[in-house]
C-alpha cells in the first residue's frame, strides 16, 4: 500500500514562505504522477502543482500560484516538495500530497488521482 506523509505545514505572515515536503513509500509504478493540492473550508479541492516521475520531469500549475510556487522532486528519496513563496492570506488551505501510476503523455494534471496523504495546515494570515 503506497503511503505519502506531509510535512511543513504552519503559520506565516503574508509574504512569506513555507516548503512542504511529502515523503513517499511502497510506490512501485515504473512512471507516475505526484501532486499537490488543496482545499480551503467550504472551497472544493483545487490542483495546486503537479510533476512526472521523470529526471527533468515536466511540471504544471494552477494559475493562481504560477511563478510563486514551485514543485519539485527527489526520486531518490522518494521525497516531493512544494515550494511556496510569496504567499497570500487567499493560500491558507490544507494542502495534500497525492499520487498515482502513469501511462503515456506526462498530463499528469488530467489525471485521477489514486493515493493521498493525510494533508498538512497552510495558514497565512495579512
Known amino acids: 500500500q503506497v503511503q505519502l506523509v506531509e510535512s511543513g505545514g504552519g503559520s506565516v505572515q503574508a509574504g512569506g514562505s513555507l516548503r512542504l515536503s511529502c515523503a513517499a513509500s511502497?510506490?512501485?509504478?515504473?512512471?507516475?504522477?505526484m501532486a499537490w493540492f488543496r482545499q480551503a473550508p467550504g472551497k472544493e479541492r483545487e490542483g495546486v502543482a503537479f510533476?512526472?516521475?521523470?529526471?527533468?520531469?515536466?511540471?504544471y500549475y494552477a494559475d493562481s500560484v504560477k511563478g510563486r510556487f514551485t514543485i519539485s522532486s527527489d526520486n531518490a528519496a522518494s521525497t516531493l516538495y512544494l515550494q511556496m513563496n510569496s504567499l497570500k492570506p487567499e493560500d491558507t488551505a490544507m494542502y495534500y500530497c497525492?499520487?498515482?501510476?502513469?501511462?503515456?503523455?506526462?498530463?499528469?494534471?488530467?489525471?485521477?488521482?489514486?493515493?493521498w496523504g493525510q494533508g498538512t495546515q497552510v495558514t497565512v494570515s495579512s
Open positions: 497525492a499520487a498515482t501510476g502513469l501511462i503515456g503523455l506526462p498530463l499528469c494534471d488530467r489525471y485521477t488521482y489514486k493515493y
Open positions: 511502497r510506490l512501485t509504478y515504473s512512471r507516475y504522477c
Open positions: 510533476i512526472d516521475s521523470a529526471s527533468r520531469g515536466t511540471t
